[in-house]
């Protein structure tokens, strides 16, 4: 059974940073792909940035790139996202998805696994 637990939102104030954090059971992170997604009030869930299997291929999007960085911690099998000058248009719920392939990344459709999501607010 796989099973990915987002953790680390809250409430921050412009400028200021979190950390989010995916942890997987029953599932690899390091020999698969994962993304985090986001999805603010009324708007469609898109792609922030993906993590290649290896841990060495990322990509991110425009609008979060040079704030955000994503990594692997292999030994705890988990995702981190460190979020950096936070901005209010980054306020949404924050979802890790995975999946051995997910050819284009920002699609949700194309992540079979995906966690419940942790609320980032900022203000």
């Known amino acids: 059974h796989v099973q990915l637990v987002e953790s680390g939102g809250g409430s921050v104030q412009a400028g200021g940073s979190l950390t989010l954090s995916c942890a997987a059971s029953?599932?690899?992170?390091?020999?698969?792909?994962v993304g985090w997604f986001r999805q603010a009030a009324g708007k469609a869930r898109e792609g922030v940035a993906i993590?290649?299997?290896?841990?060495?291929?990322?990509a991110y999007a425009d609008s979060v790139k040079g704030r955000f960085t994503i990594s692997q911690d292999n030994t705890k099998n988990a995702v981190l996202l460190q979020m950096d000058n936070l901005k209010p248009e980054d306020t949404a719920m924050y979802y890790c998805a995975a999946g051995p392939s997910p050819g284009t990344w920002y699609i949700p459709a194309n992540y079979p696994h995906w966690g419940q999501g942790t609320q980032v607010t900022v203000s």
């Open positions: 993590i290649g299997s290896g841990g060495d291929d990322t």
């Open positions: 029953g599932y690899t992170i390091g020999r698969n792909c």
